[in-house]
C-alpha cells in the first residue's frame, strides 16, 4: 500500500481530468462534437487527479433510477505506473471522509475491459460483487468499515 496522499481535488470541467476521461469507456462522445465545460452530471461530486495528472476518479452521490444507494464511482481510469487498487483505496478513503457511513457502489461493463475478471482492481481494494444489472453490469460495493449496514449483509 502507498503512504501518503495520491488525489487532488480538481473541478467538475478540468480540462486535464477531461482529457483521461474521454479514453474512459463509458466517456459520452457528442455525435455533433459538442464539448460541454462540465462532465460529471448532477448532484454532488468530487472529481480527483493524481498529482501527476496520469489517473482520474469521479465520485457521484445523487438519485440512481436504477435503486442503488451510495455515492457512486461514476468513472475511474488509472494510465500511471501506480497500482489501480491503490489509487480505489485511497479515493474510498477521501470519500468516506467526504460522506461518512455512506456506501460506494460502481458498475463495470466486462463487455469493454480487457480483464477476464470484471473489477479485478476495486476487488484488491475490497470491494464485492453484490449483482449484476438489466442491462448485464457487474455491481461493486465497498462499505466503511465497521458499517452495520455490512454487518446485515
Given at each position: 500500500?502507498?503512504?501518503g496522499n495520491l488525489w487532488i481535488a480538481v473541478k467538475d470541467a478540468d480540462a486535464r481530468a477531461r482529457g483521461i476521461l474521454s479514453r474512459h469507456y463509458s466517456f459520452r462522445h457528442y455525435v455533433d462534437g459538442r464539448r460541454p465545460a462540465k462532465f460529471v452530471g448532477p448532484g454532488e461530486h468530487m472529481v480527483l487527479l493524481t498529482l501527476v495528472c496520469d489517473a482520474?476518479?469521479?465520485w457521484r452521490r445523487?438519485?440512481?433510477r436504477s435503486g442503488q444507494q451510495?455515492?457512486?464511482c461514476a468513472?475511474?481510469?488509472n494510465e500511471g505506473t501506480l497500482l489501480s487498487s491503490d489509487l480505489i483505496h485511497?479515493?474510498?478513503t477521501l470519500a468516506f471522509t467526504r460522506w461518512p457511513g455512506e456506501r460506494h457502489y460502481?458498475?463495470?461493463n466486462p463487455r469493454k475491459i480487457r480483464s477476464t475478471n470484471?473489477?479485478?482492481?476495486?476487488l484488491k481494494a475490497g470491494w464485492k460483487r453484490c449483482g449484476v444489472s438489466k442491462g448485464g453490469l457487474v455491481i461493486l460495493e465497498k462499505f466503511p468499515e465497521g458499517a452495520a449496514i455490512e454487518a446485515e449483509r
Open positions: 500500500m502507498f503512504d482520474v476518479f469521479v445523487f438519485i440512481d451510495g455515492v457512486n468513472a475511474f481510469r485511497a479515493a474510498d460502481t458498475y463495470v470484471p473489477g479485478a482492481c476495486f
